[in-house]
């Protein structure tokens, strides 16, 4: 029998250009922040997750050289697991 898993989202705290938290936003509250910040073009923002500050450019993209595994990844993990288990499945099934 499959048993349901209560996953509780990830939130991270963001901070505006002056160093005001904004809270502690889940990974879609952090992309309509990375939206606002897109169209409106400014820089500054910026989370901290794991003690590593993690800039947010202008354009809403992460900088890269600020990133740390594990950001928002839960989504991506379990559907990477999902294909590792079908082509898992699948070698079983040819062999």
Same mark, same amino acid.
């Given at each position: 029998?499959?048993?349901?898993?209560?996953?509780?989202?990830?939130?991270? $705290?963001?901070?505006?250009? #002056?160093?005001? =938290?904004? %809270?502690?936003? +889940? !990974?879609?509250?952090?992309? /309509?922040?990375?939206?606002?910040?897109?169209?409106?073009?400014?820089?500054?923002?910026?989370?901290?997750? $794991?003690?590593?500050?993690? #800039?947010?450019? =202008?354009? %809403?993209?992460? +900088? !890269?050289?600020?990133?740390? /595994?594990?950001?928002?990844?839960?989504?991506?993990?379990?559907?990477?697991?999902?294909?590792?288990?079908?082509?898992?499945?699948?070698? #079983?099934?040819?062999?």
């Amino acid at each position: 029998m499959i048993q349901i898993k209560k996953i509780e989202p990830q939130i991270i $705290e963001h901070f505006d250009f #002056n160093g005001n =938290s904004l %809270g502690f936003l +889940n !990974e879609y509250e952090n992309a /309509y922040l990375r939206l606002c910040i897109s169209r409106e073009k400014v820089d500054g923002y910026y989370l901290m997750f $794991e003690g590593k500050k993690v #800039n947010i450019m =202008s354009t %809403g993209r992460f +900088n !890269e050289d600020d990133l740390v /595994y594990g950001i928002y990844d839960t989504y991506q993990t379990l559907i990477f697991k999902i294909h590792q288990e079908y082509i898992k499945n699948k070698n #079983n099934i040819n062999q």
